[in-house]
């Protein structure tokens, strides 16, 4: 089994920066890519941005371009999102997956292995 666990979330002002970090442990005997998405009450689950094992492929969600930034290093098995400039609508809770194999996706429903969320809130 594959375990992921979130980390770096809280409470920060507009304007503020936050990495947050997914640790992946357990059975890791393929490549996966990892991607992060963010829900806020009421509202389904949005893509936020994905990185492929090698790294050498990102996609990010238009609003979150240029200020995220994702990164990985696979020595420790964690994927960093760092986010700069945060906005008030920035805030929710930030999920991290795990999609076994090389390819990536912004599919939630392609990711085999989920963390539980860490929550980001950006308020004055």
């Known amino acids: 089994q594959v375990q992921v666990v979130e980390s770096g979330g809280g409470l920060v002002q507009p304007g503020s920066s936050l990495r947050l970090s997914c640790v992946a442990s357990g059975r890791l005997d393929s490549t996966y890519g990892v991607g992060w998405w963010r829900q806020i009450p009421g509202k389904k689950r949005a893509f936020v941005a994905v990185?492929?094992?090698?790294?050498?492929?990102?996609l990010y969600e238009d609003q979150v371009k240029g200020r995220f930034r994702i990164s990985r290093d696979n020595a420790k098995n964690t994927v960093y999102l760092q986010m700069d400039s945060l906005k008030p609508e920035d805030t929710a809770v930030y999920y991290c997956?795990?999609?076994?194999?090389?390819?990536?996706?912004?599919?939630?429903?392609?990711?085999?292995?989920w963390g539980q969320g860490t929550q980001v809130t950006v308020s004055s």
């Open positions: 990185i492929s094992w090698s790294g050498d492929s990102t």
């Open positions: 997956a795990l999609r076994m194999g090389e390819e990536i996706s912004v599919l939630d429903r392609e990711y085999d292995y």
